[in-house]
């Protein structure tokens, strides 16, 4: 009977300890994917900034030019692989998006014209496709532009204008936690990490 009493408790310890082991494996795993990510999205975070003011350097980079052209998107995208390639040498996969948002001219200040957008995009990858999927409503970029003169170290001349927009999103296919790709299940964008920088540009 003593036994038998000892053989059930010993088995039951054995489960007990097997759910505990279990759950601590979890939990360390979780730490670990959340870590990961985090350090991920750092690395995302940094490529971004790196982009955006590159991008901003209108008078630096662009002779002044205000408007954006397929060719900034390959220049940027360019410099995107080599921010993004692994110690293996494959480059992360990854979609780029740089939008525009420009003003018309007027000699007053208010009320403020509507913004003209123009987006360009590398090709779409599961998840990412802001060619169709809007990223951030113009008002909210229309409201970061600035009413002034322009420099004067500059080429551009004449009457106070309202500066022109940049925003990039940058999107890397799988840089999420697994943890939440499992919660986001079927939903691809999920998956996907995300990071949207804009500014006005350094005339």
């Known amino acids: 009977m003593f036994l038998g009493k000892l053989k059930n408790e010993n088995g039951s310890s054995s489960i007990e300890f097997a759910g505990y082991f279990f759950i601590f494996v979890l939990m360390s795993w979780f730490m670990i994917d959340m870590s990961s990510s985090v350090v991920r999205k750092g690395q995302?975070?940094?490529?971004?900034?790196?982009?955006?003011?590159?991008?901003?350097?209108?008078?630096?980079?662009?002779?002044?030019?205000?408007?954006?052209?397929?060719?900034?998107?390959?220049?940027?995208?360019?410099?995107?692989?080599?921010?993004?390639?692994?110690?293996?040498?494959?480059?992360?996969?990854?979609?780029?998006?740089?939008?525009?948002?420009?003003?018309?001219?007027?000699?007053?200040?208010?009320?403020?014209?509507?913004?003209?957008?123009?987006?360009?995009?590398?090709?779409?990858?599961?998840?990412?496709?802001?060619?169709?999927?809007?990223?951030?409503p113009i008002a909210q970029l229309s409201a970061l532009s600035s009413w002034g003169l322009p420099p004067v170290t500059t080429t551009r001349t004449g009457a106070a204008f309202w500066y022109p927009v940049y925003e990039i999103t940058l999107c890397v296919a799988g840089a999420n936690s697994f943890f939440q790709q499992f919660i986001g299940g079927a939903n691809q964008n999920m998956a996907n990490l995300t990071i949207r920088n804009a500014a006005i540009p350094r005339l």
Request: glycine content about 6%; some cysteine; proline content about 8%.
């Open 44 to 136: 995302l975070e940094r490529v971004s900034n790196s982009l955006i003011s590159i991008l901003r350097e209108r008078n630096a980079f662009y002779n002044g030019r205000m408007n954006i052209t397929n060719a900034d998107l390959t220049q940027l995208n360019g410099i995107a692989n080599v921010l993004l390639t692994n110690s293996d040498g494959t480059i992360q996969p990854h979609q780029l998006t740089i939008r525009a948002v420009t003003f018309a001219p007027q000699p007053i200040q208010f009320p403020q014209p509507p913004g003209t957008v123009i987006t360009l995009s590398t090709d779409a990858i599961a998840g990412c496709n802001f060619r169709t999927d809007p990223t951030t």
